[in-house]
């Protein structure tokens, strides 16, 4: 497929070809010799790009537009085909050309200042784009652009307070939903002030959090950890347990958050009723994993295999089998299939040796550990425990 970009390109190369060749043609006919057609330039992009050679086809191009073309449009154009190229320098060069061009008005001005940012910008000139679109911003009709890339630069710079402002404009100006990802930024800060011990900021960061998305899990954990930090363990349990509505796959993380909290009001059935509830929500084997862990260090072996058993036959669990296998061996009652029980553990374990870890359901990213943002394709709350369990029937 052609870059729509190369037909603007082309366009005004083809009129002035056409120009030539009414030049040539006055010419020949004077010399009474057959019409010669178009310019050289044009003909040389159109075999480069019939060959797909865009690099070469657009290196002709820009000599021929740099020299013939002053149009305010296919410098623009130029510019933008360069910076897609990488050629940033090339491409700030015309955008700095243009803005001291005399006659611009100021809504072309405008449009060059908003290119010249996003050159910046892909520079990682950062500051530089910032306050251009800042000066921006009050341009109408570059508003909601300046808007969208100062959220992709108060990110990167992980400026939160900004985002949030610029996201929060950006709400009230586009139809676009933005309050989950406000919410997200507000975890952002949250975590941040945790980090920092300062809890009641960290508490107001996730109130609003949670003001703005009731199901954000992120805030919904954090809650939970706050609450556990001043000490009422019960209610981070019960907070913690509201995943189990909305999100059943995110239950696994707070596990072990729930485990401590249990043991330190010294009520380990708090721990087992929260399995016991999150198995009915979500089918991740880590937590019947949990369950069966549990209930092995209390002493009740039996117990646990059997549950164990019905499990691993239900769902056809190649951890709850590995696990199942592990037990029957650990139990000492060896009989003579105790050599296939380990030879079968240890196929099992090496089957799942890569299966854990976080994939992003929108780009497919995979990484061992958990991101709120994707590093894959910049999404907010898209990533998620792989989970893999089959059900036989
Ligand atoms: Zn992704």
């Known amino acids: 497929m052609m870059d729509p970009i190369w037909l603007l390109l082309l366009l005004p190369l083809a009129g002035f070809s056409g120009w030539v060749a009414a030049q040539r043609g006055r010419l020949h006919r004077r010399n009474a010799s057959g019409p010669k057609a178009i310019s050289d330039s044009y003909v040389r992009s159109i075999n480069f790009l019939a060959n797909d050679q865009h690099d070469e086809a657009l290196d002709v191009l820009a000599k021929a537009l740099e020299d013939y073309d002053e149009s305010l449009e296919i410098q623009l154009a130029l510019g933008t085909l360069f910076r897609r190229r990488g050629e940033i320098e090339k491409a700030t060069q015309i955008h700095q050309g243009l803005i001291s061009r005399p006659g611009i008005s100021s809504e072309q001005k405008s449009q060059v200042l908003f290119e010249l940012a996003n050159d910046y910008f892909k520079a990682g000139l950062l500051d530089r784009a910032e306050n251009l679109l800042l000066e921006l911003g009050a341009s109408e009709s570059f508003?909601?652009?300046?808007?969208?890339?100062l959220v992709q630069i108060y990110?990167?710079?992980?400026?939160?307070?900004?985002?949030?402002?610029?996201?929060?404009?950006l709400d009230k100006l586009t139809t676009e939903v933005w309050a989950p990802r406000i919410a997200?930024?507000?975890c952002e800060l949250a975590e941040r002030a945790l980090n920092a011990g300062d809890y009641s900021a960290a508490k107001d960061r996730t109130t609003s959090a949670l003001n703005l998305n009731r199901n954000c899990a992120r805030a919904i954990i954090l809650r939970g950890r706050l609450e556990a930090l001043s000490g009422r363990h019960r209610q981070a349990v019960t907070t913690w347990t509201r995943l189990c509505d909305d999100?059943?796959?995110?239950?696994?993380?707070?596990a072990r958050l729930v485990q401590t909290s249990a043991e330190s009001v010294g009520k380990s059935g708090l721990y087992v009723d929260f399995l016991l509830r999150a198995l009915e929500s979500?089918?991740?084997?880590?937590?019947?994993?949990?369950?069966?862990?549990?209930?092995?260090?209390?002493?009740?072996?039996?117990?646990?295999e059997a549950h164990l058993e019905?499990?691993?036959?239900?769902?056809?669990?190649?951890?709850?089998?590995?696990?199942?296998?592990?037990?029957?061996?650990?139990?000492g009652s060896r009989s003579d299939s105790s050599s296939d029980y380990e030879l079968m553990?240890?196929?099992?374990?090496?089957?799942?040796?890569?299966?854990?870890?976080?994939e992003c359901r929108?780009?497919?990213?995979?990484?061992?550990?958990?991101?709120?943002?994707?590093?894959?394709c910049r999404h907010w709350d898209t990533t998620a425990p792989r989970l893999a369990t089959i059900k036989l029937s």
């Open 184 to 186: 997200q930024y507000q």
């Open 143 to 149: 508003r909601e652009a300046s808007l969208r890339l």
């Open 247 to 254: 999100h059943p796959e995110m239950l696994n993380e707070v």
């Open 362 to 376: 929108f780009c497919g990213f995979q990484g061992k550990s958990m991101h709120w943002q994707c590093p894959g």
């Open 310 to 331: 019905s499990w691993v036959e239900e769902h056809g669990s190649l951890s709850g089998l590995n696990r199942l296998l592990e037990i029957r061996v650990d139990s």
């Open 282 to 304: 979500s089918s991740d084997e880590r937590l019947q994993l949990l369950l069966v862990d549990f209930l092995a260090q209390e002493g009740r072996n039996a117990e646990a």
């Open 155 to 169: 990110e990167s710079e992980r400026e939160w307070e900004r985002v949030i402002a610029a996201a929060g404009h």
């Open 345 to 358: 553990r240890k196929v099992s374990g090496k089957l799942l040796a890569d299966r854990s870890g976080y």
